[in-house]
């Protein structure tokens, strides 16, 4: 339950972001507090402005490029986490970091 509601925490922040797209479902009871997001800057360049603002993330294809790259068209994505031991805090530092590098 805990996850879910972090879930429905970030898909209401990430809705409020401009120039930020998710891919997936926006349906938090179909779906785990992993988010794929691409914005203007290229995944890796994302990635990075955000670590540099600690923020963990990844980028890539994650282990799905026919996914990732042919299935969705994109070349790779920016990839955020929220687990059991995040709060709710933690999310919207996140999503205002994001809101600032993107």
């Not at 994505?77 to 600032?100: D, G, W």
Request: charged letters at 25%; proline letters at 5%; one cysteine or more.
């Amino acid at each position: 339950r805990y996850e879910r509601f972090l879930s429905e925490e970030a898909l209401e922040g990430l809705q409020q972001v401009p120039g930020v797209q998710l891919l997936g479902t926006w349906d938090p009871t179909r779906r785990t507090p992993t988010f794929a997001v691409r914005a203007e800057r290229d995944p890796d360049q994302l990635a990075e402005k955000l670590s540099s603002r600690g923020v963990y993330c990844t980028h890539g294809n994650h282990y799905a490029p026919e996914l990732v790259d042919k299935a969705m068209g994109v070349d790779g994505v920016t990839r955020l986490s929220f687990m059991h031991y995040n709060t709710v805090e933690e999310v919207q530092r996140v999503l205002r970091i994001l809101r600032e590098v993107v």
